[in-house]
């Protein structure tokens, strides 16, 4: 047991430093160990920082966002593989489709560290926020800006790993700028709506503690950070 913790701290190791020579010889791994070690550490990272983000509304909205935002991530990388796989094989990247989503996999697990890394920040940033009880907004869209901002750092910091990993799979750069960006198109409108029928994370000061909104589907989550920022700019 303890050889396989040490062994699985140093895959970790290896994936936030993008060695990618060492990533390249674990797509072609068949055991099914590492992509479970990677969804064990999705939920860790991503449950803990999920947490954080719906403390400031109730212990009840943390519970729910710690366990929706893995869940988030999840639905997002398998509900997108199939298309994935066809656009790194259009692009000519080469990958399979287990291959492109074990890639994936392994880029959201870097988001998944980062993040959770990130926990003591939000806790910090949280307790110093205007409570739920000085009935301000000003302190529910600093709280939602700020995990925005923080969860677009971690993505694109795991994607400047995992476009390393292209390259050096493709031996082209332009081939494997163009698979990315067309991984990023669909995995962020797919993720961001998700996030908006999956709401509430934080919760509103003025709605009850609920897993899902009774109108999950009204609106889009575009239209809904375009309200939160226009009050800085009036």
């Given at each position: 047991m303890i050889g396989i913790s040490k062994g699985y701290h140093r895959r970790l190791a290896i994936l936030c430093r993008g060695q990618t020579e060492e990533l390249v010889v674990w797509l072609e791994e068949k055991s099914l160990h590492w992509p479970i070690?990677?969804?064990?550490?999705?939920?860790?990272?991503?449950?803990?920082?999920?947490a954080t983000i719906g403390l400031w509304r109730s212990p009840f909205q943390s519970l729910y966002a710690g366990i929706k935002?893995?869940?988030?991530?999840?639905?997002?990388?398998?509900?997108?593989?199939?298309?994935?796989?066809?656009?790194a094989q259009l692009l000519?990247?080469?990958?399979?489709?287990?291959?492109?989503?074990?890639?994936?996999?392994?880029?959201?697990?870097?988001?998944?560290?980062?993040?959770?890394?990130?926990?003591?920040i939000s806790l910090f940033i949280l307790w110093n926020t205007p409570s739920l009880s000085s009935n301000s907004m000003a302190g529910h869209y600093f709280i939602k800006l700020t995990?925005?901002?923080?969860?677009?750092?971690?993505?694109?910091?795991?994607?400047?790993?995992?476009?390393?990993?292209?390259?050096?799979?493709?031996g082209s750069a332009e081939r494997s700028r163009k698979t990315l960006l067309a991984w990023l198109i669909g995995n962020l409108f797919l993720g961001s709506q998700l996030s908006w029928i999956m709401r509430p994370f934080i919760g509103s000061p003025f709605l009850k503690v609920q897993f899902l909104r009774d109108d999950a589907f009204n609106g889009n989550f575009y239209e809904n950070i375009f309200e939160t920022i226009k009050?800085?700019?009036t």
């Amino acid at each position: 047991m303890i050889g396989i913790s040490k062994g699985y701290h140093r895959r970790l190791a290896i994936l936030c430093r993008g060695q990618t020579e060492e990533l390249v010889v674990w797509l072609e791994e068949k055991s099914l160990h590492w992509p479970i070690y990677c969804c064990v550490g999705i939920v860790f990272g991503c449950g803990l920082y999920g947490a954080t983000i719906g403390l400031w509304r109730s212990p009840f909205q943390s519970l729910y966002a710690g366990i929706k935002f893995p869940l988030l991530i999840f639905i997002t990388l398998f509900a997108n593989a199939g298309l994935n796989g066809m656009l790194a094989q259009l692009l000519g990247v080469g990958l399979s489709f287990r291959q492109t989503t074990l890639a994936i996999l392994m880029s959201f697990t870097i988001v998944a560290l980062i993040l959770g890394a990130f926990t003591p920040i939000s806790l910090f940033i949280l307790w110093n926020t205007p409570s739920l009880s000085s009935n301000s907004m000003a302190g529910h869209y600093f709280i939602k800006l700020t995990h925005v901002v923080a969860i677009a750092y971690a993505g694109v910091m795991a994607n400047l790993r995992l476009y390393r990993l292209l390259a050096q799979l493709s031996g082209s750069a332009e081939r494997s700028r163009k698979t990315l960006l067309a991984w990023l198109i669909g995995n962020l409108f797919l993720g961001s709506q998700l996030s908006w029928i999956m709401r509430p994370f934080i919760g509103s000061p003025f709605l009850k503690v609920q897993f899902l909104r009774d109108d999950a589907f009204n609106g889009n989550f575009y239209e809904n950070i375009f309200e939160t920022i226009k009050p800085f700019f009036t």
